[in-house]
């Protein structure tokens, strides 16, 4: 092999670009925003239909949007192929079409602790199954449901056709009842032969009717096929499946519990991390995540900083860690603020399960599951807002969430900060910095946005 050959293999894959692709919850086309008052945009995007949460489906093929309305908007991808067989010449790129909107969540009132509980959609989990039909599960802060959507063939009707042969239960029990009993002629099994031919004689007319004005479309249903309710004093963060397609866990800032698809009237508490005395609290849960491989495997991790990973072979109760990842930088000097920066937000596996990518206020995190003592690679996302951790904790921004994501081949990481600024970050690709992205179609909305919520306050 000559050297080129060899420089051309050992050579970093060049940074991708990134461009716009789609945008969900835009004006209708047409609109011009300018012409919107921007005291009435401001307040429409606090609104219900305001995007809470996001979930992929594993094979990429599938998008659900949950929102503050307790909605939830499954979409399916579309590739090039069949945007060509659709005719569609606006787009120049696959993106996501729109299958179907449900209701999953309503408003209620929780009667003991005197309290709403709003229908904003937390989390949405896509579940694998083998025969490939489609199930989501939704939650907001204390109930979790799961949904199955699928495509049923729907019959519109064109044209109403009049017929001479009206066929109607009613039609015919009112017949039947004003027959006398000596017209009854009896039977072996108590049905009259004569009515019952008849009844089988006008429905096949009506059916042919039927069949005649009416044509068939496909339509995209969503049922609710479980309710999983009242096993949480603490509202919900997290929700995610195992990987044996049987079970899930939900965690609260206290506890994390293990359920069975199938069965929804009961679940095992397999972590507690509430004390004696309630004084005595020192964290909670932020976030909880199976390994996407090994189901007995789980990770969950606290507003301390810590990531806890736990074995559920070794007890029915995992109070004991199998290993802990705590980066060594919070080792030394401790100010005010450190616990509250190191407070972890989310956290994904990657798809083969050998790293866990990690995101706290200040920086997003790669760790090595076979290296516990410090990242493998640390991205800096709000460094330069060290010197106002003060006023930060003055208006509880330090307190704000931020969640990431991670490519399917496990070298690209993304997640969000202020200024509706995406960061995105390659592992052993492009420079330490990663590229900076706004989040939007169209950048003077941001600013509109902004003025507006500038004038409700004063």
């Known amino acids: 092999m000559s050297s080129s050959s060899r420089d051309s293999f050992s050579s970093p894959p060049p ?16 609109e011009d925003l300018q012409d919107v008052d921007v005291v009435s945009l401001a307040l429409s995007c606090l609104a219900a239909d305001v995007v809470s949460s996001v979930g992929f489906e594993n094979s990429g093929d599938y998008l659900a949007v949950g929102d503050r309305g ?49 229908e904003k959609i937390n989390r949405l989990k896509w579940c694998s199954t083998s025969n490939g039909s489609l199930f989501i599960l939704s939650t907001n802060d204390k ?9 049923k063939k729907v019959k519109k009707v064109s044209e109403m056709e009049h017929h001479s042969v009206v066929c109607s239960e009613n039609d015919l029990l009112s017949e039947g009842s004003f027959m006398s009993e000596l017209d009854k002629p009896p039977t072996t099994n108590g049905y009259n032969l004569d009515w019952a031919e008849k009844i089988t004689k006008d429905t096949l007319s009506s059916q042919e009717v039927q069949t005649k004005v009416t044509h068939t479309e496909e339509a995209t249903r969503a049922n609710c096929r479980k309710v999983y309710a009242h096993a949480h004093d603490f509202n919900i963060n997290s929700i995610s499946n195992n990987s044996d397609g049987e079970t899930f866990i939900s965690s609260d800032d206290l506890r994390i519990n293990l359920w069975n698809l199938e069965i929804s009237g009961q679940c095992f508490n397999i972590i ?7 004084e ?30 736990v074995d559920m072979r070794q007890s029915a109760i995992c109070d004991h860690s199998a290993r802990i990842l705590k980066d060594a930088e919070y080792h030394g000097s401790k100010s005010f603020f450190t616990e509250l920066i190191a407070s972890i937000s989310d956290m994904k596996f990657t798809n083969d399960g050998q790293h866990i990518l990690i995101r706290d206020y200040m920086n997003l995190k790669l760790w090595d599951m076979r290296m516990d ?33 991670i490519s399917g081949d496990g070298l690209h ?20 910095e990663g590229v900076t992205i706004e989040a939007s179609k169209n950048p003077n909305r941001s600013l509109l946005v902004s003025s507006a919520l500038e004038k409700i306050n004063c």
């Open 272 to 278: 507690d991390m509430k004390p004696l005395n309630m």
């Open 70 to 118: 307790g909605r939830v908007t499954p979409n399916s991808f579309l590739n090039r192929n069949e945007l060509e067989r659709l005719d569609s010449t606006f787009a120049t790129h696959p993106e996501y079409q729109y299958k179907t909107e449900f209701q999953s969540h309503e408003p209620e009132f929780d009667c003991l602790k005197s309290m709403e509980i709003e």
């Open 413 to 432: 990481f993304a997640t969000g900060s202020y200024s509706n600024n995406l960061r995105i970050f390659s592992h052993g690709v492009g420079n330490e």
């Open 280 to 309: 005595d609290l020192t964290e909670v849960i932020t976030v909880a995540e199976f390994h996407p491989i090994h189901c007995n495997l789980l990770a969950y991790s606290s507003s301390r900083g810590f990531t806890r990973l």
């Open 373 to 405: 003592s410090s990242p493998v690679a640390v991205f800096k996302i709000h460094e330069h807002l060290r010197p106002k951790l003060s006023d930060l904790y003055n208006d509880d921004s330090i307190f704000d969430k931020f969640e990431c994501c």
């Open 15 to 30: 940074p991708l670009d990134w461009k716009f692709s789609q945008v969900f919850g835009e004006t209708a086309p047409g």
């Open 143 to 151: 109930t979790i449901k799961l949904w199955k959507v699928k495509e």
